[in-house]
């Protein structure tokens, strides 16, 4: 089975994952304009019957394509639970516990009914019970701390977080473009 592909711009941004036979398309409409990745997946088409060869295309993990397809147009990277849990690494962002995904809420910091929108600053992931103890309140109101500060991805972290089956060579292209926060003598620097 061959994996998602990964789609770049012209000038290398990461767009998108695309399935093989997108990545195809593209070859056959001269749309690729380069590769990067080691990475490489021969496609075998249909015979002639005319001639009895039968056809066969060699595609990249990691292809640029010279078009203006952006995934998100707003910029923000669609908000969804399966991508919010990987986000926080399936951490209770109140109790600080790892748990399987069907434990695992979605808590709103201002809760939804009181205003709060589902967006990626306003959303963690919570445990059952620590949800169910916050109940209707602000982390504040309720006593409990939050553990880390929510955050929106950005596409390359995002493309992470949507993909569960990423070539290391993909992985590697992706995080360049990956926030990375490192610290140095008590400093933080991007």
Request: hydrophobic letters at 40%.
């Amino acid at each position: 089975m061959i994996p998602s592909i990964l789609k770049l711009d012209a000038g290398g941004q990461p767009v998108a994952w695309i399935r093989w036979q997108s990545a195809v398309t593209l070859y056959a409409r001269e749309r690729v304009c380069w590769e990067a990745g080691a990475e490489r997946f021969r496609i075998l088409g249909g015979t002639c019957a005319r001639t009895g060869s039968r056809s066969s295309f060699e595609i990249g993990s990691i292809i640029a394509v010279a078009d203006r397809t952006r995934k998100f147009a707003s910029g923000t990277p669609l908000l969804t639970n399966r991508t919010l849990f990987q986000r926080d690494r399936n951490l209770c962002l109140y109790c600080g516990h790892q748990f399987h995904v069907s434990k695992l809420t979605r808590d709103h910091i201002v809760p939804a009914s009181r205003g709060g929108q589902s967006i990626w600053e306003n959303c963690v992931t919570a445990c059952e019970r620590c949800n169910h103890r916050k109940a209707n309140r602000t982390p504040e109101e309720a006593n409990m701390k939050l553990l880390a500060v929510p955050y929106t991805p950005n596409l390359a972290e995002y493309l992470i977080l949507s993909n569960r089956k990423i070539l290391a060579d993909q992985m590697e292209f992706l995080l360049h473009f990956a926030a990375k926060k490192q610290r140095c003598d008590g400093v933080i620097k991007n």
